[in-house]
Structure formats: C-alpha cells, structure tokens
C-alpha cells in the first residue's frame, strides 16, 4: 500500500505510505479525490500544475476475476474539468501485486525531454531517457521496449498524438498478448502524458506484494459465487464471448438509435454489413480468434482478434463503439476499413470515439465525402504526420467544428458522445449532459432500463423518471470504477446476493464492515469531488446541456428530439 | 403463410441451417402474430429482445403477413 510520485521537473521519485485521507480507496475514488484535492482547477491540463494519477481498483490483484481495470485521472485538456478514463489490460493486477496503489505523476520535464518510468519487480522505480523512442507509434515502441526490458512487462504509453500534446490523444496499455492495443481513450490524457515529457511506463509482472486481505477465506467464498453468476448469465457467458460488445450494432440500430452520418439519422441502412454477427463471422472465416481474453484475470473473453484476408493480425479488440464511430457515424459500411482505423488510432494513440466523431463532423461539414473510408484513414494518418489538418482533427470534434464553422458538433463539455443517440433514449440525454466527465456513455448506461423490449421500465422517448435512472447509475457506477471490477462483469452483481458479494469483498479486504449504504457513499464522493473540481474551473449548470442540434433536429426515423427540459438535466445531481 | 426470420446473437446457435444473412424461412398459418412465430420457434420469453418486422418496432401481438421479414433480437446490458 504505497503511493509512488514522480516529480518530472527534477526526475526524483518518491515513496510513502497511502495517506490516511486515502486508506481503502482506489481506482476512480482514488484518482478524482486526490486531483480534486491537489490540482489547481482554473491550471492549464498542460501545465506542470497538473497531476497525471494511475489507480488500480480497489479489488484489482485481488483473486476476484475481471479486476484488471486502471483509472487514469488528470485535469483534462478535452472538457477543461476533471477526467477519469478507464482501461483494462494487464497493467492494473501487475500494479496492485508490487503493491502501488496509486502512481502520481507530477510537474514537467524540461522541454525536448522524454522519460521512461520503469517499476521492477521489487516495486523500485527509475525515470531512463527515452530519447531514442521520440516520435514512434504505440506498436513499435513496446516491441523496442520488450526487447531492452524482456517480454514480462506491462507497458502503458503513448504514441504520436500524445506527443503533439493533442486533446483527443489516449493512453493505450498492454493486453494479455503485449499489444498496445487497450486504451483509456477519453479527455485527452495522452496529452496530458505527452506534457510531462513521460513516453511510457513499464511495469514488471508477476510482483508478489499485493495487498493483504483481512479476511482472506470469506474474500475467496465471495469471489467464487461471484464467478458463478458471471459465467451462468447468457449475457457474459455467451454473448459477449462470441460476439464482443460488437453485438450491441443490430439492436440499437433496429430501435434507431445508432447515431449516422454525424447523427443525421438513428439508422443506419448497412448496419448488417459491420454488425457483431457479420464480424464474428468474417473472423471465423479468416481463421482469426472472435473469443479472446484480452485483459489480466477475465474470464469473459470479449475481446477479439481482427484478421485479413489471409489470416494476418489487423487489431484487437474490434468493439461496438469503435465500429459506430468509425462505420456508422461516418457512414462507412466496410468494416476492414473500420478495422485498420481502430488499429490507427490504437498505434497513434487516439481515442477512437473522438477520432471518429471529429472525422464525421468534417464530412458532415463537406471536407470528405460520407461513407469514403480511405478518406479517413487518410485524414488519421495526417495526426501522426503532423499536419495542420492532422493537428486540427487530432483535437477531436469541437476543434473539427471550429476550423469548419460547422456547428452541427456533438459534444458535451468538449467530448463527444457515444454510440447511442439521445434523442431516441432520452436516458442517455441525462448522462451525457450532466457527468462530470462530458459526453459518456460508461458514466451512467441507462440503454437497457430504457428500452422496454430489453426488460427496461421506462419510456425512452419520454423524460418520466430518466434523470432518477441516470442519477442512480451514475452513482452506481462511479462505485464500480472505484472498486475496479470491469463493467461487463456487473452481471455477477445485477442480483441482491451479487451486490452482497461485492461489499463482502471490499469488508472481506478492508476488515472493515461494508454495506449497501456505504456503496452509495463511496459513489457520492467521487461524484461531489469531481463535480466540485469542474464547479471550480468554471463549469456552471449551462454547461449540463446537449448542443442544441439534440433539442431541435428531429432524428429519422423516428423523428424525436431531446424532451429533457434544463429544469430537469439540473436536478441530477440534487444529492 | 411464409415468413422470413433473422435471428440476433445467440440465439441463432440453435438453428444449424440459420442463413447469416437471410436468416430461416418459416411457415406459419394465416394469421399468425408475433408472438406465434417466437412460440413457433421456442424462444423462450426471457431471451426475447425487439422484435422488428421490415425495420420497424412491433410488439407481441402484431399480425405478420406472408413474405414478412422479422429480425428478432436478444436482451441487451452492459455498456
């Protein structure tokens, strides 16, 4: 249990004990108290002021399966408010097992500086120059970094675009193969890496210092009747296996809500040509892998790995949102095109989702033509040469717009939304406008509990009851992405005696009692601090709102606008 | 009357002859609604999702017509 702090400005690393104020927090509690507590909110993301937070969960490293999940926490060069990007792989079990239970990175190397930060098994650390790697791309880098450093390595870094200091640049990390291929891709805070002068952290594996559990027989009985429900439930234990999160094209389509052409329509009419199932089997007939475990600890194997056409590796993990924002919302229906720029931007280190909207709105703005895959690779490819363009476009949506005077722009506080278009499930209005995080959609997924055909309550073309539903979410969910337990693992706690399992757990680790209420707490605290940050760096309640192409351009087919009246989006977060 | 079905995720695993494109043909009588042609093909209710019938949302007891295409999907979670 010890926080580890770099000090880029004189290269000095610091060890100490966690801090009473953060005893038994970890991941996104972790992350967004302490940038809350210790980063100037008014501070430039990109300024020495800021501070770069790596968090495992609380439950990472622990037996509990489907823990490998990182919080990245920064002030964000994106939103201008508080970020925390979320991100699997391997490097958050490896972290937690040398017992470092946040990594704090801190001021700025001298310009023209570039460091690698290497933590051995023993849990030492050490800045080494990295000179040599300036400007390589996320594939290339770790395969140097494996050769200099051996193979039983995590390794987290960025490429190109977060070298440039651009706003819709990511952090990708290893998977369990030791591909970059996972990325905590939103707010910017690759940049915000790229800003201290930090290429890459390495992480040895197979540590053995992984924190205690005060109860270690109780923890054991809880995780196993927690795997229990994960793999018995159709959703983790079929679906997601054969089909990845891919499997979401069809039906959020078929109810149209699958935002097209930069959200000019909710359907798009080639879906089946890049939907899950039309992927799975494309896989299959090129020998590729559709089930694959892609992160420490899993045992749903969602991920996949994505083929050509004689058989050689394109990219992992070809995924729903990745699909909608570089198929759907720039109405490309070729899915090798899709395919080779989720691996771009994974070797570029951008966040496919802004990449993909901030290509849309200059198509929608008449730069390229809709549906002209090539133009976009093209269009990503100029991120990493350097471009004016590539400058423009690597600063996401809102920049796009901006240099177009295009105002059809889908962001909310700078980030653009995601795969599901709020006009068609009001839910998600409420999500994206009011999370601390901007336009999101792992802050508070109310899909199901809309969509009455998939066993939700409410009327999704109808404001009744949407911002209780996104207010419990998100609170619900700033607790998971606390405690570190991947989100399509929640099925394993969708039952009271599920829920059960998880306090058992957290009491089981902490040896302090843990229970329903204190669940809610621990998602209030993170929600206040982050709300209490954005507050401070300027954001007021005009900043919870859709742009106004939600509220006034009906969306075919279905012809609905946003009903959430400002009234209603402020009551989220009267707690 | 016969109808062209287009079954979604897993549901399909239990149809070998399952077309990933046109899906299955099915012969139902005259008259049949939505909710026949999920009996029909033993779905059970609890992994039945949107039913849509040429691209638009209908519910149990909407009456099919020959040549009609329905896709038929599963509950969905998760983010």
Known sequence: MKFLTVDMNRQKISVRDVPEDYVALGGRALTSILINNEVPASGDPLGPENKLVFAPGYLSGTPLINTSRLSIGAKSPLTGGIKESNVGGTVAADLARLGVTALIVEGAAPSGENYILKIDINGDAQLIDAGQYKGLRTYALVEKLKQAFGPKHSITCIGPAGEYQLAAASIQTTDADGRPCRAAGRGGLGAVMGSKGLKAVVVAQGGKRTDSLADEDGFKEAARAYAQEVRANEFSGQLLPELGTALLVEPINAVGAFPTRNARSGQFENATKISGETMAATIKQRGGKTTHKGCAGCIINCSNEYVDESGGYVTSSLEYETIWAMGGMIGNDDLDAIARLDFLCDDIGLDTISTGVAVAVAMDAGYREFGDGQAAVAMVEEVAAGTDFGKILGNGPASVGRHFNHDRVPVIKGQSMAAYDPRTIQGMAVTYATSPMGGDHTAGWVVDQNLKEFGGTLDRFSAEGQVEASRNTQIHMAAVDSVGICDFAQTGLATPEGIQNVYKMIAAKSGQPFGGDDWSKLGLSVLKAERAFNRRAGFTSKDDRLPKMFYEEPLPPLNKVVVISAEEMDKTFDF | ?79
């Open chain 2, 1 to 79: 009357m016969k109808i062209q079905v287009i079954l979604f995720g897993t549901l399909r695993n239990g149809f070998p002859d399952h077309d990933p494109v046109h899906g299955l043909e099915v012969e139902l009588a005259d008259g049949s609604s939505v909710a026949d042609l999920v009996d029909h093909l033993e779905i059970p209710r609890t992994r039945l999702g949107v039913v849509s019938v040429g691209g638009v949302l209908v519910k149990a007891d909407t009456r099919l017509k020959d040549r009609d295409r329905v896709r038929v999907f599963q509950p969905i979670a998760g983010g």
